[in-house]
Structure formats: structure tokens, C-alpha cells
């Protein structure tokens, strides 16, 4: 794991008790298996998605 993958997989403790347990699993898994620009869009798009709502 590089410094950019761990600094994301500590960024999604923040979205605890906000998204969905499956959301922040999937973005995870994503992040570690080296999708790290797959993984930030998803959040990007999730942070759009649940800002709306509010």
C-alpha cells in the first residue's frame, strides 16, 4: 500500500454512521485493490449524492 491509498482508507473513517457500511466497503476495497482514482470518483459521487439529501 502506498501513502495515497492509506491517506484515502483514513479519509472514509470520516464518512462513518453517514454512508452506508456497503459504500464505504466497496470504496475500500477499490482503494486497495489500486482503483485509487475509481475509488475517490465513487466518494465524489457519494458526498453529491448524500449532500442532496440533507
Request: proline residues 2%.
Amino acid at each position: 500500500m502506498n501513502r495515497e491509498t492509506i491517506k484515502f482508507i483514513k479519509l472514509l473513517k470520516d464518512y462513518r454512521g453517514i454512508f452506508p457500511r456497503q459504500t464505504i466497503k466497496t470504496l475500500r476495497g477499490q482503494a486497495l485493490a489500486g482503483d485509487i482514482e475509481g475509488a475517490k470518483k465513487g466518494l465524489k459521487k457519494e458526498v453529491s449524492k448524500y449532500a442532496r439529501a440533507i
